[in-house]
């Protein structure tokens, strides 16, 4: 039983079935027009995105977020007809609420999604050190009951598709300074543009991996130099 709940897949998987439920409960408690700035505005833009129109939303791009949604919205086509994803076609039904409502809440699945891949690679980065498992879980638990985790819980932000690209991308560059696989240097950059493309002010954090990768390869040189003199007494 310990290890059953020990077992990474089995507490991500419990984890998202929590968050899933918890996202289903709240999209039928409350419609698309709940918080409309961010909401409505990140699946009108989506809409538009996939329609090939020009996004109306430009105080800051989010187009990550709006590729991602759009994306998904035509995966579900696939197997839900009724979907509508061109904008056009959308504002000529007679009840579009009904379409908006399902929109709505395939985006706050896939924002749910979102977050436990962000959950996920920071526990895959916390494998790269010498940190006892319980540690780990603690570290992802706390992390859940942020404030700022919520916030993107709860509303359709930009944010948090950053802040998953973000973590990706740190991923695989301590993946390849772990392992030197070349592969790992294109998906570093390719999740660190998505990144950005969602919120460029995710640009600090990516700040703060330079000094990080700053301060990992002084302790790296410190070992190496501790090692080698034990071995050379």
């Known amino acids: 039983m310990k290890n059953y709940f020990t077992n990474s897949f089995s507490f991500f998987f419990l984890l998202y079935i929590v968050l899933l439920s918890l996202t289903l409960f709240q999209s039928f408690k409350q419609d698309f027009t709940s918080i409309i700035d961010f909401d409505l505005t990140v699946i009108h833009n989506s809409l538009q995105l996939v329609s090939n129109e020009y996004p109306d939303y430009t105080d800051h791009t ?58 996920i690679f920071i526990f895959k980065i916390l494998n790269n050190f010498n940190i006892k498992t319980y540690y780990k879980y603690l570290v992802i638990l706390l992390i859940v009951f942020t404030e700022t985790f919520w916030a993107n819980f709860m509303i359709l932000r930009a944010d948090a598709v950053s802040i998953c690209f973000f973590w990706i991308s740190f991923y695989f560059l301590l993946d390849f300074i772990n392992t030197e696989k070349i592969i790992n240097l294109f998906y570093v950059s390719f999740f660190m543009v998505l990144s950005l493309l969602a919120k460029v002010q995710i640009i600090f954090l990516f700040m703060f991996m330079f000094f990080f990768f700053l301060f990992f390869f002084t302790i790296e040189n410190t070992k190496s130099n501790v090692l080698y003199k034990n071995n050379f007494l």
Do not use: C
Request: aromatic share 8%; no cysteine; net charge positive.
């Open 62 to 119: 989010a187009y990550s977020q709006f590729l991602l949604n759009g994306i998904v919205y035509k995966i579900v086509n696939l197997f839900d007809q009724s979907l509508v994803t061109n904008i056009k076609a959308l504002t000529k039904l007679e009840n579009p609420e009904i379409i908006l409502q399902k929109l709505y809440i395939i985006s706050r699945v896939l924002n749910s999604t979102i977050l436990l891949i962000t959950l």
